[in-house]
């Protein structure tokens, strides 16, 4: 998938525009075999490094055809050396052609105020992508989701990253694997729920025995709430969620798991 932001286009078209205005100056003063002065050469050879890229990357193979020939004799000197007039019109053929092949792409416009979960959807994570490596693929792809307008979808993807906290949480008190990769969230629930609770019996009474019951407490009700509230909605039912809905579940995970990776990791 080919990552752009608008100006990029911009820049080619306006980039192309000043070479090809230098082009037609010399021309009108000296004449279409006029050589292409060096400083519009090498500012041509950039510009269409800099096209190919993106042009290149939306598959648009006859104006990038076009352009890397052009580049090739941009960069050469002596009798293959351009002359303006050679310049000005491959210039314009690209162009027109440019136009005919940017009829037949569609582009998907991230919204400003989401773009940076496409950027950067590791921020703010925390710890989270070192202590649950399995998770950072579900986080990257929930942001992308909400980035791209696919809510519902964001929605599944954060309820998998969960699923790696609840798995560590379960290994950490000595839950098997098999009873992990067998069993429902709520059979899983009620597995770190006794082994919990053998945990905290096993604590001297004390304030370290008080902290323990807290955190497991408000982590199993934390649990409890993601599977009834979203995780059994989006994997089991028609529930769909918009992009509000998605964001706010996605700030809950993202606390909640940064939250977990103080104390777990996988």
């Known amino acids: 998938m080919l990552e752009a932001w608008a100006a990029a286009y911009y820049r080619i078209g306006d980039s192309f525009e000043f070479v090809a205005d230098g082009c037609r100056a010399h021309m009108a003063q000296f004449g279409e075999s006029h050589p292409l002065p060096d400083d519009l050469r090498r500012k041509l050879v950039d510009d269409l490094a800099y096209a190919c890229h993106w042009v290149g990357g939306m598959e648009m193979m006859t104006p990038y055809g076009l352009m890397e020939n052009l580049k090739w004799r941009a960069e050469r000197v002596g009798d293959l050396a351009l002359d303006c007039g050679e310049t000005y019109h491959t210039l314009n053929s690209i162009g027109n052609v440019l136009r005919m092949e940017l009829n037949e792409r569609w582009l998907l416009y991230v919204p400003t105020n989401l773009v940076d979960l496409h950027l ?20 990257i792809a929930a942001s992308e989701c909400c980035a791209l307008h696919q809510p519902t979808a964001a929605v599944f993807h954060l309820m998998r990253t969960l699923e790696r906290g609840l798995r560590a949480l379960a290994s950490d008190l000595g839950v098997s694997t098999v009873k992990q990769d067998l069993g429902t969230w709520g059979n899983l629930l009620g597995e770190i729920q006794a082994q919990s609770n053998t945990r905290i019996a096993a604590t001297p009474k004390g304030p370290a025995r008080k902290l323990e019951e807290e955190y497991y407490a408000e982590i199993l009700a934390e649990f409890k709430h993601f599977k009834d509230a979203w995780r059994d909605r989006v994997s089991h039912s028609n529930r769909t969620y918009d992009i509000d809905e998605a964001k706010s579940v996605l700030s809950h995970v993202r606390a909640f798991m940064v939250r977990l990776a103080s104390r777990l990791t996988e």
């Open 120 to 139: 950067s959807p590791l921020d703010n994570w925390g710890e989270v992508p070192d202590k649950f490596p399995s998770a950072a693929p579900e986080v």
